[in-house]
Nanobody, 123 residues
Framework: QVQLVESGGGLVQAGDSLRLSCTAS????????MGWFRQAPGNDREPVAG????????EYGDSVKGRFTISRDNEKNTVYLQMNNLKLEDTAVYYC????????????????WGQGTQVTASS
C-alpha cells in the first residue's frame, strides 16, 4: 500500500505563491505518474498537473497553465507543485495522486490518493 502525504497548503492573498509537496511512502520511481487534483466546494475533482517518473513529460489543466509548475525528486520520493499568481478560483482542497500511466491519469483512474491539503486565495 502506498501512502501519499501532502504539505504546504495555506491561506494567501490573490497574486501570492505557494508550494505544495507530496511524499510517497515507497520509492516513487515505481509510481509512473504523480501529481495533483483539486476539488472546490460543489465542484467535481479536477486534474491540476501530472508528471511522469523521469520528469520529462508533464500535463497541466488549462486553468493553471503558465502559473503552476510541477516537478519531482525521486531520490526524495517527492513531487512538488509550485503555484504562482494564485487566483481566487484556485481555492480548493488539493489532493496528491498517483497513477500507472497518463492514460489512466486522464481517465481519472487513480491508484492512490493523499488526504488533501487546503489552499485558499483571498482578496
Amino acid at each position: 500500500q502506498v501512502q501519499l502525504v501532502e504539505s504546504g497548503g495555506g491561506l494567501v492573498q490573490a497574486g501570492d505563491s505557494l508550494r505544495l509537496s507530496c511524499t510517497a511512502s515507497v520509492n516513487s520511481a515505481h509510481i509512473y505518474v504523480m501529481g495533483w487534483f483539486r476539488q472546490a466546494p460543489g465542484n467535481d475533482r479536477e486534474p491540476v498537473a501530472g508528471i511522469n517518473w523521469s520528469g520529462d513529460r508533464t500535463e497541466y489543466g488549462d486553468s493553471v497553465k503558465g502559473r503552476f509548475t510541477i516537478s519531482r525528486d525521486n531520490e526524495k520520493n517527492t513531487v512538488y507543485l509550485q503555484m504562482n499568481n494564485l487566483k481566487l478560483e484556485d481555492t480548493a482542497v488539493y489532493y496528491c495522486a498517483a497513477a500507472p500511466s497518463f492514460a489512466s491519469w486522464s481517465r481519472r483512474q487513480i491508484s492512490y490518493w493523499g488526504q488533501g491539503t487546503q489552499v485558499t486565495a483571498s482578496s
